[in-house]
């Protein structure tokens, strides 16, 4: 396989996953249902249609159509039919749209924004708990060490 340097004139951001995701203004994980071959700006397109497993971020529907181009040096991507995929897009004029830097593996989106929340909470609830077992047993440790009065000599 040759590449050339027009096939390598499209380059994807060097950001975080994350950085992405805060910067798309939709993110969604879903199956693409089909599409629909369009001309736009000269570049050649497809309007997918994709189902929508999780909406992540962004006001979007059960279903939605984004606009990929075709071609790798457009950035485009060829999107495999009922095969799950995070998408990241952006409006462009009244349709969503994505290149290849988009795309991305959909347990990362969703690892990425599933991140537990109120660890600091679990924690201080856990170290309160632990403080109230260790007081206890102390306190009955010296109890049943203590000598009662009635045994001491007299």
């Given at each position: 396989?040759?590449?050339?340097?027009?096939?390598?004139?499209?380059?994807?951001?060097?950001?975080?996953?994350?950085?992405?995701?805060?910067?798309?203004?939709?993110?969604?994980?879903?199956?693409?249902?089909?599409?629909?071959?369009?001309?736009?700006?000269?570049?050649?397109?497809?309007?997918?249609?994709?189902?929508?497993?999780?909406?992540?971020?962004?006001?979007?529907?059960?279903?939605?159509?984004?606009r990929i181009p075709v071609r790798p040096v457009n950035g485009g991507q060829r999107i495999p039919?009922?095969?799950?995929?995070?998408?990241?897009?952006?409006?462009?004029?009244?349709?969503?749209?994505?290149?290849?830097?988009?795309?991305?593996?959909?347990?990362?989106?969703?690892?990425?924004?599933?991140?537990?929340?109120?660890?600091?909470i679990k924690l201080a609830i856990g170290i309160l708990i632990l403080v109230s077992v260790l007081?206890?047993?102390?306190?009955?440790?010296?109890?049943?060490n203590a000598v009662p009065p009635s045994t001491l000599p007299r």
């Amino acid at each position: 396989m040759i590449v050339t340097a027009g096939a390598q004139a499209f380059a994807c951001p060097t950001t975080t996953l994350e950085e992405r995701i805060a910067d798309a203004q939709a993110v969604f994980v879903g199956r693409s249902t089909g599409y629909t071959p369009v001309s736009g700006e000269g570049v050649p397109q497809r309007l997918y249609r994709f189902e929508v497993d999780q909406k992540v971020k962004g006001d979007i529907g059960d279903s939605v159509v984004v606009r990929i181009p075709v071609r790798p040096v457009n950035g485009g991507q060829r999107i495999p039919q009922d095969v799950a995929a995070g998408i990241l897009m952006n409006r462009a004029g009244a349709t969503w749209f994505t290149t290849r830097c988009g795309i991305t593996d959909p347990g990362a989106v969703l690892a990425t924004v599933d991140e537990p929340k109120g660890n600091a909470i679990k924690l201080a609830i856990g170290i309160l708990i632990l403080v109230s077992v260790l007081g206890y047993s102390v306190h009955r440790l010296r109890r049943k060490n203590a000598v009662p009065p009635s045994t001491l000599p007299r």
